[in-house]
């Protein structure tokens, strides 16, 4: 399960860096639509988690990355209201 956590945190992590090359308009229309946001990166995550392996690990990393995601959308909603 340790190593479900750890890998669903790496994805995460990769693809908020990989967020910071989009283009302003991606950028926009993603913190925009939440539900597509999630949409997009858990079925993402999982693909490219379950060609690497196919157990349980990548599932729980899959669903914690989908958690993450969800959270920083959240955070950056309650930020923007703050500011």
């Known amino acids: 399960m340790y190593d479900g956590l750890l890998l ?3 994805t ?6 990989s967020f910071i ?4 308009f991606v950028k926009k229309l993603l913190l925009k ?3 597509i946001t999630d949409m997009i990166s858990v079925i993402t995550s999982f693909f490219l988690l379950t060609s690497i392996s196919k157990s349980i690990v ?3 990393a899959s669903m914690f990355c989908g958690l993450l995601i969800n959270i920083t959308l959240v955070g950056y909603e309650k930020y923007k209201k703050l500011i």
């Open 8 to 10: 669903g945190f790496l």
């Open 33 to 35: 639509n939440f539900f």
């Open 58 to 60: 990548a599932v729980i």
């Open 21 to 24: 090359h989009f283009p302003s």
């Open 12 to 17: 995460w992590l990769s693809f908020v860096i």
